[in-house]
Antibody, heavy 119, light 110 residues
Framework: EVQLLESGGGLVQPGGSLRLSCAAS????????MSWVRQAPGKGLEWVSG????????YYADSVKGRFTISRDNSKNTLYLQMNSLRAEDTAIYYC????????????WGQGTLVTVSS | QSVLTQPPSASGTPGQRVTISCSGS????????INWYQHLPGTAPKLLIY???QRPSGVPDRLSGSKSGTSASLAISGLQSEDEADYYC???????????FGGGTKLTVL
């Protein structure tokens, strides 16, 4: 059974940093493209970042480019999102998602971790 | 303002067929596959349709997807009360070099 378990969310002040982790199991993690998707309170879904199987290629939404860094450790089956210079508008539930093999479609989602940026 | 445009709301009665539209451009829907998700409050979103009209296992065939030019649609036939949820289209955008989501459509079953 595929499982994606996020951790690391919490309350942080504007300008602060936070690192999210996603522990994956039930599939060959090193063979899969992974992403982060978020949902701010009362808003729709927003893709944040993606990373290729080997970690060599990464992609970011313009809203987080230069502030967030996605990475992965295939030996630990874990995906990360380092978030720096956090803003109030980054407040959201962050989902770890697994991509289908060929298309940019996300077939498995974690339950999400809440990040709140507030003073 | 989302790159992919969806109506904010849609509605239907049980048993009816409803469609939700998603309008984009040549850099997304016109060139790449479009996918549809269902999101119920308090749960993780669920993939319903990928590559315009492919259903993951477990998704009933009363849900279907289509594409025409730079627009796509999700159709739900035999509407049921449990279909009441938010629906999102999404796909790759080559201009942005990333995935884009529509703003979402809230489906109400009357």
């Amino acid at each position: 059974e595929v499982q994606l378990l996020e951790s690391g969310g919490g309350l942080v002040q504007p300008g602060g940093s936070l690192r999210l982790s996603c522990a994956a199991s039930g599939f060959t993690f090193s063979n899969c493209v992974m992403s982060w998707v978020r949902q701010a309170p009362g808003k729709g879904l927003e893709w944040v970042s993606g990373i290729r199987e080997g970690g060599g290629n990464t992609y970011y939404a313009d809203s987080v480019k230069g502030r967030f860094t996605i990475s992965r450790d295939n030996s630990k089956n874990t995906l990360y999102l380092q978030m720096n210079s956090l803003r109030a508008e980054d407040t959201a539930i962050y989902y770890c998602v697994k991509r289908i093999t060929t298309y940019w479609a996300f077939d498995y989602w974690g339950q999400g971790t809440l990040v709140t940026v507030s003073s | 303002q989302s790159v992919l445009t969806q109506p904010p709301s849609a509605s239907g009665t049980p048993g009816q067929r409803v469609t939700i539209s998603c309008s984009g451009s040549s850099s997304n829907i016109g060139s790449y596959s479009i996918n549809w998700y269902q999101h119920l409050p308090g749960t993780a979103p669920k993939l319903l349709i990928y590559n315009y009209n492919q259903r993951p296992s477990g998704v009933p065939d009363r849900l279907s997807g289509s594409k025409s030019g730079t627009s796509a649609s999700l159709a739900i036939s035999g509407l049921q009360s449990e279909d009441e949820a938010d629906y999102y289209c999404a796909g790759w955008d080559e201009s942005l070099n990333g995935v884009v989501f529509g703003g979402g459509t809230k489906l109400t079953v009357l």
